[in-house]
């Protein structure tokens, strides 16, 4: 077997056992089950300290991705440059959930002034392959793909695109173990397997 891969999950849900938590973990099983010497770790938004940009202009306009408030954020980002993967999966909260919006705020803003300072090495998430993962009660939850992929583009990151609808990603309404309609539980096991030959590829493009 080659080189080991590193997978983060990333469960925007204020429920940690919910239907974010299920189709995040189905993807990174389903690599552990294609690819055994994966290794997998998921990030709870519900257990995370992570404020709203305070506005500061300040740490993160002398420094790329220094931000000046003291909280979980810069663990997760230390975890998301350290993966060769990342999974992100969000429910349909009328948008999306305002903690998980505060963390995509946060490293949005630390990009945005990467760009305006003139930093010329590449982002450090770029390239990264990542699957894009929306779950509502009853509603289409496109608009959430959406808004995650507009998150990890910004990051130069490379979203997994998916055969098919929604395409961006998988979603799932209401309980996706009974959806046979978008049938999320089968598309995740998919992006898990598209997810590895991602990475796979990254592996042998970088030497
Ligand atoms: C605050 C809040 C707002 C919600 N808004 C919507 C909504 O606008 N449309 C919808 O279809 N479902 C909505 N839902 C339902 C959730 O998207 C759905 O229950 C989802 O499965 C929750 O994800 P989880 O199982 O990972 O916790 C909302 C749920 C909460 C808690």
Redesign the pocket.
């Known amino acids: 077997m080659g080189r080991k891969i590193y997978l983060l999950g990333i469960v925007g849900?204020m429920?940690k056992n919910?239907?974010?938590?299920l189709l995040v973990e189905t993807v990174l099983k389903s690599t552990r089950d294609i690819y055994p010497d994966t290794g997998t770790e998921i990030v709870y938004m519900s257990e995370l300290n992570i404020e709203p940009c305070h506005v500061c202009f300040d740490e993160c306009c002398r420094e790329p991705y220094k931000c000046i408030i003291e909280d979980d954020l810069e663990e997760v980002f230390e975890k998301m440059k350290k993966a060769d993967g990342i999974v992100i999966g969000s429910?349909?909260?009328?948008k999306i959930p305002s903690r998980l919006t505060a963390f995509m705020e946060r490293l949005v803003c630390l990009s945005y002034f990467y760009k305006r300072r003139g930093f010329k090495e590449p982002y450090p998430l770029n390239d990264k392959p990542c699957g894009l993962i929306a779950?509502?009660?009853?509603?289409n939850p496109y608009p959430v793909l959406e808004t995650l992929l507009d998150f990890v583009l910004r990051l130069r990151m490379k979203p997994i695109i998916m055969k098919n609808y929604p395409y961006i990603g998988v979603a799932g309404i209401g309980d996706v173990r009974k959806d046979e309609k978008l049938k999320p539980l089968e598309n995740a096991r998919i992006m898990g397997n598209l997810l590895v030959n991602e990475i796979l590829k990254t592996f042998k493009n970088n030497g």
């Open positions: 849900s429920r919910g239907n974010t938590s429910p349909l909260y009328f779950v509502s009660g009853s509603d």
